[in-house]
């Protein structure tokens, strides 16, 4: 139980164009779904939260108009880069939180290149 | 605010042999404590996690970990290193409330390398 997938696996995308990223919880519903950043060989740094039905809430320094998240539904949550740049090539990961737990189930990440 | 430290952004072990990841946290409130696991171009999986209870918890894949509030710590353990270990490791902390409430703090990882 608990899997949560994201797609696509990987993108190319060309500078200036928008890339979506969706994240889905397959078995359960999430309430609560997070949007984290990977630089290579860093550690994962939180950039939004965004609840069911609710504006997504970003966390310091990260541009909510340029990270457009959605989470229409409990089982999908969306992010989208708008106007890439080559500096936005990260890996990205998705989590997704069941109410009333805490543990934080993972997508198997988006690498995103912009080129 | 909550924190985590990491001691060691590198372990090298040989394969049968004792695995010891450090990790220590800052919490001004009772934390929840995770270890997740992440191989490489993969996302994170849960090892184990310490919310309330015994604090001796046992994980996935013969890991364990022990909270020890009067030293802040929360180090990882696996009697044999087994070649399949050899991934990057996460030691994560989160509240029961407050702004924080739910959100993940990580550490910066640690490398396990198993040496045959």
């Known amino acids: 139980g608990a899997v949560v997938s994201q797609h696509p696996s990987w993108v190319i995308c060309k500078s200036g164009t928008s890339v979506k990223i969706e994240c889905r919880s397959l078995?359960?519903?999430?309430?609560?779904m997070f949007w984290y950043r990977q630089f290579p060989k860093q550690s994962l740094m939180l950039m939004a939260t965004?609840?069911?039905?609710?504006?997504?809430?970003?966390e310091q320094g990260v541009e909510k108009d340029k990270f457009l998240i959605n989470h229409a539904s409990l089982t999908l949550s969306t992010l989208t880069v708008t106007s890439a740049h080559p500096e936005d090539s990260s890996f990205y990961i998705c989590?997704?939180?069941?109410?009333?737990?805490?543990?934080?189930?993972f997508g198997p990440g988006t690498r995103l290149t912009v080129t | 605010a909550q924190s985590v430290t990491q001691l060691g952004s590198h372990v090298s072990v040989s394969e049968g042999a004792l695995v010891l990841l450090r990790c220590n946290y800052s919490?001004?409130?009772?934390?929840?404590l995770f270890w997740y696991v992440q191989y490489p171009n993969q996302g994170l999986q849960l090892l184990l996690k310490?919310?309330?209870?015994?604090?001796l918890v046992k994980g996935i894949n013969g890991f364990e970990a022990e909270f020890k509030k009067s030293e802040t710590s929360f180090h990882l353990t696996k009697p044999s290193a087994h070649m399949s270990d050899a991934a990057e490791y996460f030691c994560?902390?989160?509240?029961?409330?407050?702004?924080?409430?739910?959100?993940?703090?990580f550490g910066q990882g640690t490398i396990l390398t198993v040496h045959p």
């Open positions: 989590s997704a939180r069941a109410g009333g737990v805490y543990e934080q189930y």
């Open positions: 994560a902390v989160t509240v029961a409330g407050g702004t924080s409430y739910g959100k993940l703090t």
């Open positions: 919490s001004s409130v009772p934390p929840y």
């Open positions: 965004s609840n069911e039905g609710s504006k997504a809430t970003y």
């Open positions: 078995d359960f519903q999430a309430t609560t």
């Open positions: 310490y919310t309330t209870g015994a604090t």
